[in-house]
């Protein structure tokens, strides 16, 4: 059973600094693109970071300069580290991985989420 589990979501004040962790468990093969994404009540789902498995980024406009990810590839881990938090940076962030399971010698990619953390900014 492959899972991502994140962690590292909190209350701090506005201008605080979180780091969010995700890790993926399982018969995991490998990983490729992962990313964080943030919703908030009533709007969609909203791409934050993503990273390849290369280490390549991409960060959205509203967190560039405070918002940097990272990842483990030998952890199976990404991180989110995140600086100069706003009262809008509130949202439940969740991870995403495109996961390759090997099975009867069949390599197959699926996308995974995580169950959520919830990050709440402060003003």
């Known amino acids: 059973q492959v899972q991502l589990v994140e962690s590292g979501g909190g209350l701090v004040q506005a201008g605080g600094s979180l780091r969010l962790s995700c890790v993926g468990s399982?018969?995991?093969?490998?990983?490729?693109?992962m990313g964080w994404y943030r919703q908030t009540p009533g709007k969609q789902r909203e791409l934050v970071a993503s990273?390849?498995?290369?280490?390549?980024?991409n960060h959205a406009d509203s967190v560039k300069g405070r918002f940097t990810i990272s990842r483990d590839n030998a952890k199976k881990t990404v991180y989110l580290q995140m600086d100069s938090l706003k009262s809008e940076d509130t949202a439940v962030y969740y991870c995403?991985?495109?996961?390759?399971?090997?099975?009867?010698?069949?390599?197959?990619?699926?996308?995974?989420w995580g169950q959520g953390t919830q990050v709440t900014v402060s003003s």
């Open positions: 399982g018969s995991i093969f490998s990983i490729g693109d």
């Open positions: 990273i390849t498995s290369g280490g390549l980024s």
């Open positions: 995403n991985a495109a996961i390759r399971t090997l099975r009867g010698g069949v390599v197959r990619t699926t996308d995974y």
